[in-house]
C-alpha cells in the first residue's frame, strides 16, 4: 500500500511558475507520475519517472517547461513548472506503481491503468 498526498498547487497568470510536491509513503514504489486532468478532457499523463534512475519522460507540453525530480531521503516528488500556460489548467494527480520497468524501460506516461495508488489531486489554474 502507497500512501501519496499532494501539496503546492494554485493559481497564477500566465508566465508564473509553481511547484508540486508529492510525499509518497508506505511499500516501496518504483515508478511514480504526475497526471493532469483538465476541464472537459480526459486525464493525460504529464511525466513519469523510474524512481532510483533518475530519467523522467515528459508529455510534449510539458518538456522544457516542466521539471520532475525525487527527493528519495525525503520520498517526495516535485514538478516544477514554469512558463505556465491557461492549458495547463486542471486538477493534477500523483500516482505511483509496484511495477518495476526493465532496465532501459520506463513506467509508461499512457499506462494510467498500471498505477495503483492515486493522490487526492490538487488545482492548478493558469489566467490568461
Known amino acids: 500500500l502507497v500512501q501519496l498526498v499532494e501539496s503546492g498547487g494554485g493559481s497564477v497568470q500566465a508566465g508564473g511558475s509553481l511547484r508540486l510536491s508529492c510525499r509518497a509513503s508506505?511499500?516501496?514504489?518504483?515508478?511514480m507520475a504526475w497526471f493532469r486532468h483538465a476541464p472537459g478532457q480526459e486525464r493525460e499523463g504529464v511525466a513519469t519517472?523510474?524512481?532510483?534512475?533518475?530519467?523522467?519522460i515528459y508529455a510534449g507540453s510539458a518538456e522544457g517547461r516542466f521539471t520532475n525530480s525525487y527527493d528519495n531521503a525525503k520520498s517526495i516528488m516535485y514538478l516544477q513548472m514554469n512558463t505556465l500556460k491557461p492549458e495547463d489548467t486542471g486538477k493534477y494527480y500523483c500516482?505511483?506503481?509496484?511495477?518495476?520497468?526493465?532496465?532501459?524501460?520506463?513506467?509508461?506516461?499512457?499506462?494510467?491503468?498500471?498505477?495503483?495508488?492515486w493522490g487526492q489531486g490538487i488545482s492548478v489554474t493558469v489566467s490568461s
Open positions: 508506505g511499500d516501496t514504489s518504483y515508478c
Open positions: 500516482a505511483a506503481a509496484l511495477y518495476r520497468p526493465p532496465w532501459g524501460g520506463s513506467c509508461g506516461l499512457q499506462e494510467q491503468n498500471r498505477f495503483e495508488y
Open positions: 519517472m523510474v524512481i532510483g534512475r533518475d530519467r523522467t
